[in-house]
């Protein structure tokens, strides 16, 4: 019953998180923040209802290979979250510090600037204040806005809180059947973005939901305020997508003899997903994001390389060759020529961009160690801006630099070792597996999905969008326990369903 209503929940949120607007609003984040917390809770009920079985032996009765297996399977066990969660705590204490009040003194040695800032900046109604008593007797924290820092420390917990919950949980061992149903979903929000987008887009409707968006809406952006949010989150679909169809293709062992006699093999499902990735390519494409474009084909390029059949002697994956080809076709048909033109700006945007990233890189070079708090750029940055702005800038064009703004070398420290140590996990697990195993090409697909993202953030915001940070993670879980899983790597809850002599799990 708790495994049922916490998938329910998970799939909810799968569902919600991009439809409501990308969940960049305050109540669809707060909703958000609120499905995971309650997911947490009932995971916690259900370890503490249901009892652990203490560590085991060896059956005698098993072969010497199962044994070193189960005695391999819990010395990583103990090491298998141990870092990760390490490197979140050390992070999320460093959050806590910069809204603990401090001392002036102490503040003045951490953070110069941040002195300097509160003893001439006035923002009563968060605890900042610029009074005329000694300095060693005021005490105020590192963050410069810790209001902001507090909205964002919560965000990081829950998404830190569902990653752990997907690693550490029994929901995703039952033979990877929650895990396809988390990926169909996924990839029929995708779908079901590009076609409404595409639809309001060249109905000439115009409208994100309920709201007349006629005059901000110059492109394909589905339920999303921003075409680089939604191209962000297409790009964690569409690789995963491909992955789950070349899973489905590799559980199909009878080989061919020619083409013709392939295509006429291809089931009703298999052509409806291919379908659909077909739909969301095109999606991405007349969103008109340059850089989203970008990070699709070079995505796509690496697809090609490494859903390549050594077994078949081929040099690139034709399959993903042709999606993308189909895909091309389809865009080029409908015409392409307002996404060329973006293209043709590039220079001028970039010049835009440039001077973002100078003004937030004094903000870094004068908060060096511990940042200016983490959410406070947008009120850090007008401080430091050269040049004239209508509006408020929000956010940097770069995720990296943004955070390293705000949460100083200390922060972007923890968080990189932390993606060195995934990657390694994530790639060296996928290696392990064969080109036969369906868990390859998800495990595949859902790491050039980040990847896509995170090569997409380097002038863009986008792990900042709850929505895109939220499938950010689950894509993390997903690809790490089928790299842990398949090295051998399972939890100690999962030892009471051993009783045979060990295979792949």
């Known amino acids: 019953m708790f495994n049922l209503i916490i998938k329910s929940i998970l799939m909810l949120l799968i569902i919600l998180t991009p439809v ?19 997911i947490i809770i009932l995971w916690s009920i259900q370890s503490l209802l249901t009892p652990t079985p203490e560590r085991a032996e060896c059956p005698t009765s098993q072969s010497g290979k ?26 999320l204490l460093l959050i806590l510090f910069q809204l603990l009040p401090l001392s002036s003194g102490l503040v003045k040695i951490l953070s110069p600037r941040s002195y300097a800032l509160h003893q001439t900046l006035s923002i009563s109604n968060f605890g900042l204040s610029a009074l005329s008593f000694e300095p060693s007797a005021l005490r105020f924290p590192i963050s410069l806005f810790p209001f902001a820092t507090q909205v964002e420390f919560f965000k990081w917990l829950t998404l830190f ?39 309001e887009f060249f109905s000439g409707h115009k409208y994100i939901l309920h709201l007349n968006m006629e005059a901000e809406v110059s492109s394909v952006t589905g339920t999303f305020f921003n075409r680089n949010y939604f191209a962000g989150y297409l790009l964690m679909v569409i690789p995963l997508s491909v992955g789950y169809l070349f899973s489905r293709e590799s559980l199909q062992r009878v080989g061919y003899p020619g083409w013709r006699h392939r295509l006429s093999s291809i089931d009703g499902k298999t052509l409806f997903l291919g379908f659909c990735i077909i739909v969301m390519i095109v999606g991405l494409l007349f969103s008109a994001s340059r850089m989203g474009i970008s990070s699709l084909l070079l995505s796509f390029t690496l697809l090609i390389l490494l859903f390549r059949s050594p077994s078949k002697g081929e040099r690139f994956s034709r399959t993903s060759i042709l999606i993308l080809g189909l895909a091309l076709i389809w865009a080029a048909w409908i015409g392409l020529d307002a996404v060329i033109s973006r293209f043709l700006t590039s220079s001028e945007d970039f010049q835009g961009r440039w001077v973002f990233w100078l003004n937030t890189f004094q ?11 983490l959410g406070t750029f947008a009120w850090v940055f007008p401080m430091y801006r050269s040049f004239h702005l209508i509006g408020t800038a929000t956010h940097a064009e770069n995720d990296y630099l943004q955070l390293a703004s705000e949460v100083g070398l200390i922060g972007v420290g923890l968080l990189l070792i932390l993606l060195v140590f995934f990657f390694y996990k994530a790639v060296s697990g996928i290696r392990l597996l064969s080109h036969r195993e369906p868990e390859r090409y998800i495990g595949i697909g859902g790491l050039m999905g980040i990847l896509a993202l995170m090569f997409h953030s380097i002038v863009e915001r986008n792990i900042q969008v709850p929505s895109n940070a939220f499938l950010y993670t689950i894509l993390w879980a997903i690809v790490l326990r089928i790299s842990l899983t398949e090295r051998g790597v399972i939890s100690t809850s999962a030892y009471q369903n051993i009783s045979a002599p060990v295979g792949r799990i």
Request: charged fraction near 15%; proline fraction near 2%.
């Open 20 to 38: 409501a607007l990308g969940s960049i609003e305050f109540w669809a984040f707060s909703a958000m923040e609120l499905g995971i917390l309650l």
């Open 66 to 91: 199962s044994r070193h297996f189960l005695s391999r399977q819990f010395e990583i066990c103990n090491l298998k979250f141990e870092m990760p969660l390490v490197f979140l705590s050390l992070f």
């Open 161 to 199: 809180g569902l990653f752990l919950f997907l690693l550490r949980s029994k929901l995703l061992d039952d033979n990877y059947r929650i895990t396809h149903q988390l990926v169909i979903i996924i990839i029929l929000i995708g779908v079901a973005e590009s076609l409404y987008g595409m639809f």
């Open 363 to 373: 903000i870094f070079r004068d908060f060096p160690i511990f940042g200016s708090g």
